[in-house]
């Protein structure tokens, strides 16, 4: 049985900075691949990163590119997101998400590419 658990979450002022973290079991993050996405109040789901281990890719969304780095530790079976300059509309729910196949870039960061998702931590930035 696949769980992703988050962890890591927390709230910070305008600038500040966060890592959340993601321990899989029942799942080989190596073979996969696997993603981060993150759902404000009354937003749609949206990826944030992406990461395919295997060939070192990564690929974000635009609202957060050069300020999160996501990034994994194979013998931990852990994916991080180092999230910096936060900014008050990087408040939401942040999850993360594995899939047993490798994607192409252009369905990365979408919710529907992921079979396998974890509870969320909350991540509140105030300005």
């Known amino acids: 049985q696949v769980q992703l658990v988050e962890s890591g979450g927390d709230s910070v002022q305008t600038g500040g900075s966060l890592r959340l973290s993601c321990a899989a079991s029942?799942?080989?993050?190596?073979?996969?691949?696997m993603a981060w996405f993150r759902q404000g109040p009354g937003k749609e789901r949206e990826g944030v990163a992406y990461?395919?281990?295997?060939?070192?890719?990564?690929f974000y969304a635009d609202s957060v590119k050069g300020r999160f780095t996501i990034f994994q530790d194979n013998a931990k079976n852990t994916v991080y997101l180092q999230m910096n300059g936060l900014k008050p509309e990087d408040t939401a729910m942040y999850f993360c998400a594995a899939a047993i196949w490798r994607p192409p870039s252009s369905v990365a960061l979408s919710p529907g590419t992921y079979k396998y998702w974890g509870q969320g931590t909350q991540v509140t930035v105030s300005s």
């Open positions: 029942g799942y080989t993050a190596s073979r996969g691949s």
């Open positions: 990461i395919r281990p295997d060939a070192r890719s990564t």
